[in-house]
Structure formats: C-alpha cells, structure tokens
C-alpha cells in the first residue's frame, strides 16, 4: 500500500501586469489557482505543499521514472540496449555524437537542476514561517536531502558543474564548480540533515527520507571520493549502532522488486510509485506516477525491448549450486532467459514463463531480458504505469557497501559476516563466503574483486552499477575497461579519459559564459 503521494507541485510564479487602457484596480486580481510568491510560503502547509513538490520531481521521465536506467544500467556491462531508435541506444554504447540529446542527457540536466530548484524554495521560503522548530526543520532536513540526491547524480555523471544554492532567475548564469566541491556541497547538506531527521516515519508518511537513509547515501558520496574511513563511520549506525534495530534482509528476495511488500525493513529509501493515476508526464493533478521502466525493458510484444541484460550474469549465477545443489535463486527473479525452465525446473507459480507465456523462439531467440522490477507476476504485459516502488537504497547494498568499507580499512577478516548475511537470505541460500572461496583469506584485492562480484549478483538492474564501477577505477584505468570489455562489448567504443563522464549539454555551454564545455569532449 502507497502510505504517501508527493503530489504535483504548486507552481510559483509572480506576475506584473500594466495598462495604459485599464485601471490597475482592475487588473491587481489574485488568481487562487495560480498563487505568487507574495501569497504562498505563510502556511504550515504551504512549506509541505513546497517539500512535496520536490519529491514530485522523481515521477518525471528523466529521473527515476524511466530514462535514468539507461545510463546507471544498460551503459554499465550489466546490461545493454537494442532500442530501433539508433540514438538512444548509442547514447549507452558510449557514441555521443549530439550533446544535446535530450532523453540521455539534457533532461537529466534540466529536471535534476529543476529539482535542486524546488529544494531551494524550500529552503529559502520556509525558515521565515511561524511554526514549530521541530517540524520546520524536518521539513528543510528532507529538502537538504533531496539537494544532495541531486547533487550526487551531477557529480557522478559530469563532474564539474554549477552549484545553485539560491532560487534561480530565468537570465541567470551560475560558475562551473569542480567535482570535489560538488561532492563537498553533498556531504554538507546531509551531514546538515542526517540528525534532524526522524529514524522512522509513521504510516502516512512512509517514504519520505529518514535519518537512516540520509546516513546512506552520505557513505555512499564518502565511499565516491575514497573516503573510506568517513562512509564506514555513517554506516556503523545502520548496520552496528542504534539504526540497527530498524533494517533487516526479508527471506524472500524476489519480493523487494514486487509491490506487495513495499517499505519493508529491506527498504533504507524508496521511491513510491503507484498506478493510481494513468496521465502523462505533466505537472498536473492527473499526471502519472507510475514506473515506467518496465515498459521500456519487457520482451517484445509485451514491452518496448529497448533494454536488456548481459548474458554474462547468467554463466556468473550458474557458478555455484545452493546449500542444496540447486542454482541461485536470484537468477531467475532478475533475467528473462530461454533455458530458465531447464534451471528451475521446480519453480513455482509457473515463474519461468515470460507473463505467463512460453518462451517465443522467433521474437526472442537467445536474448536475455530484464526480468527485476517488471510486473510479470500478477499481469500479461507492461504499461507506463507500474505500481513498484523503486528501492533507491536497500539494506542489502548497505552491508555490501560496510564489508567494502572494512575491506578497504584493513579489517577485510570482520567482512566476511555482511556479505555472508546476504548470501544465506533464506531465498539465496548459498554457502557461506569463506566456504565457497578459502583461497580470499584476507587478501585485500582477491576480496575486492569477489566482492565487487557479489554486489552484481545482488543490485544488478537497481542503478547502482555505473557508479559502482567508477568507484573501483575500472572507468578510469584501460585495466578496468579491458576487463569490462570482456563482458560487454559496448566498452570497445569507450575511450579512457572521456567516457567515464558525460558531455555537459552543449546547449548549456553555448548559453552560459561561466560554462566550459568537460574536456576532451
């Protein structure tokens, strides 16, 4: 059940109306349903309806409604497009000739500073009404948190870019800032938020950022910047402090990709989708707020096939058998594949099947499809409008995340029990690390390099590979990229230097005199 909805925003907007033919009484007429600057920002509620328009930010297409998997999963090796229009699927095969491509770059760039907006109306309006402090800083705690999600997609993706901490005018433009002090402005903004926070929401707020959350994605921009030290401190109190007590694995993997058990203690933060209004993409009552990934990544006939997996996950999940003997169960929630009722021949609830269908031979062939977040389960093809929540940080990933953190700070014989928690899920089953590999030891880089095995065999397809791989270096060195290129050949087209970050939108540079165009591009 969807506890709450970040409903479409309360546009703002100041209007300044003259006539030579009309007296200015008789045009000075308040709109009630177009209020300016003047009348909004009074109210308790008016701060809510202004947080809440930034969460609505989520439920656009260039965020994480639908484009933003094509770079974090189908550029990454984990997956790949074979979309007919050529552009897009270029876009994630690292052949960028336009800049200005709007679905894989610009409207990224556009919403994600339009969000950052909305996030400084908040911040700037709110302070100034009269309510209680407690409630008014939890309000700019989750607009601070918001600020910094967005910041964090800006660094990873182009590095240097302008940071706008104040509400924004139409002519403005903003001096292009580093990466470093990109990073600097994320870690300000949640180390502002992470203890005004509440540790749980109740009911009719579920969703929206708490302190765990905020600590999380504050590792994760420590752990970008190799700050290793830093993002194990804030993920103690996940995973050994006082948060504990309120995050766990669920048996049933499968189920952190349906919308039956949606919020549950898997779920550090989540992005709440519902299929309860089936509009377009506008800002309006009726605009939809549905997952439209599905659509996009489903087999022919039942979605658009413009993205699919890598079939080299398949060979890495059929490496090791279960306690049991059997094959990793993962495999088969995460990748449609034609053989997968050879695998599972005891799968339930006819699971093999593709929506309830048999495999098509002529469509389909040998392709390997994205199975994790599709909607199979209860229908017979995708829409615009699934009702999945989208798990942005799961517990899972935070303890492979801490083991990474104690591997790099020379503690990698206390890690093994955080990847073994993920291992033994009750669903998984699979043998303890230690078990399966003795020749790791405490090998600091065989360690690394299984763990970074682990964590694709867990979080592949949950957007958090690209950034994953640029952390390890393996964007950055032509090491990593001959490694990638062994199991995805879009990598042949990358070149070192240039591809790990995208060109800025060129009609940005061109607008913009403080904008400097990143280099090689």
């Not at 700037?124 to 309510?131: G, L, R």
């Not at 791989?469 to 990593?480: P, S, V």
Request: aromatic share 16%; proline share 4%.
């Amino acid at each position: 059940m969807k506890n709450i909805k970040f409903y479409i925003p309360i546009l703002i907007a100041a209007f300044v109306m003259t006539s030579t033919r009309c007296s200015e009484d008789l045009l000075d007429i308040e709109n009630p349903n177009t209020p300016t600057v003047e009348s909004f920002w009074k109210t308790e509620q008016d701060a809510e309806m202004g947080l809440n328009a930034a969460y609505n930010m989520f439920y656009k297409p260039s965020t994480w409604t639908r484009w933003i998997y094509f770079r974090y999963d189908l550029t990454s090796d984990e997956g790949h497009s074979t979309s007919p229009w050529g552009e897009l699927a270029d876009w994630t095969r690292f052949k960028y000739s336009n800049y200005n491509f709007w679905d894989g770059n610009n409207w990224h760039w556009r919403d994600f500073y339009k969000a950052i907006f909305r996030t400084n109306q908040v911040l700037t309006y709110v302070p100034a009404i009269p309510f209680d402090e407690a409630r008014r800083d939890r309000i700019l705690a989750q607009a601070r948190f918001i600020r910094a999600l967005y910041y964090f997609q800006i660094a990873l993706l182009w590095e240097d870019a302008p940071i706008v901490l104040e509400i924004s005018k139409p002519d403005d433009q903003p001096e292009q800032r580093t990466e470093a002090e990109i990073w600097a402005q994320v870690e300000e903004d949640l180390n502002w938020a992470k203890d005004r926070l509440p540790e749980k929401w109740d009911d009719p707020n579920m969703g929206r950022a708490t302190k765990g959350a905020a600590k999380a994605l504050l590792a994760r921009a420590y752990a970008q910047q190799k700050k290793y030290p830093e993002a194990k401190a804030e993920l103690d109190w996940l995973v050994v402090g006082d948060g504990k007590q309120y995050y766990g694995l669920i048996d049933n993997y499968r189920e952190n990709f349906t919308h039956n058990f949606e919020n549950n203690i898997e779920s550090v933060f989540e992005i709440q989708f519902s299929d309860r209004n089936k509009g377009n993409d506008s800002d309006n009552l009726s605009a939809s707020m549905g997952f439209q990934r599905t659509q996009f990544f489903a087999p022919g006939g039942i979605g658009w096939q413009d993205g699919k997996a890598r079939a080299w996950l398949i060979d890495e999940y059929k490496k090791e058998k279960t306690k049991d003997g059997k094959n990793d169960s993962r495999l088969l929630t995460n990748i449609f594949y034609k053989q997968a009722y050879k695998d599972f021949p005891d799968a339930a609830n006819n699971d093999t099947l593709v929506y309830n269908r048999q495999w098509n031979n002529v469509d389909w062939g040998n392709e390997t499809f994205i199975k994790k977040y599709s909607t199979y389960y209860y229908r017979d093809r995708e829409d615009y409008h699934a009702p999945n929540n989208f798990r942005f940080i799961r517990y899972a990933d935070v303890l492979l995340l801490y083991a990474e953190m104690l591997n790099e700070t020379n503690q990698t014989a206390d890690a093994y029990q955080y990847v073994n928690m993920v291992r033994e899920r009750p669903s998984t089953n699979l043998p303890r690390l230690e078990d399966a590999y003795p020749e790791i030891g405490t090998d600091y880089n065989l360690f690394k390099k299984r763990l970074q095995m682990e964590r694709s065999l867990e979080l592949c397809f949950e957007a958090v590979r690209w950034m994953d791989l640029k952390r390890w270096d393996l964007l950055t060195t032509q090491a990593g990229i001959d490694e990638l290129r062994t199991r995805d050949i879009d990598f042949n087209n990358f070149t070192v230097g240039r591809n790990h970050r995208l060109p800025i939108p060129q009609v940005e540079v061109d607008n913009n005199e403080h904008l400097d165009q990143n280099n090689p591009y």
